[in-house]
């Protein structure tokens, strides 16, 4: 009796959440990628910490422009990596 194919499934990443995720929660939409963005994410919380929010309005406009220079194949082949 022939074996059958395993079927694995793979989790995909969406472009659209991430912008979603990166509108709504500006730095915090780095943990979605946290793998290839742990630097943005930490570097950002520390600066926002010590401004007291200020680099926040900067860091969450970064998460925006970030997410929307990636090519979608980002996202669909990110855990390809």
């Known amino acids: ?3 059958k194919k395993k ?6 990443k ?3 959440t991430a912008l979603v995720l990166a509108i709504l929660f500006g ?3 780095w943990l979605y990628t ?3 963005d742990s630097w943005k994410f930490w570097l950002n919380l520390v600066l926002s910490l010590a401004t007291y929010g ?3 309005f900067v860091a969450w406009i970064w998460a ?3 997410v929307v220079k990636k090519p ?6 990110y855990y390809e990596l």
């Open 34 to 36: 946290y793998r290839d």
């Open 64 to 66: 925006i422009v970030d």
């Open 72 to 77: 979608e194949e980002y996202f669909e082949k």
């Open 7 to 12: 079927v694995e499934y793979v989790r995909k």
């Open 54 to 56: 200020i680099w926040g």
């Open 1 to 3: 009796m022939p074996k």
């Open 14 to 16: 969406s472009k659209t």
């Open 27 to 29: 730095l915090w939409s």
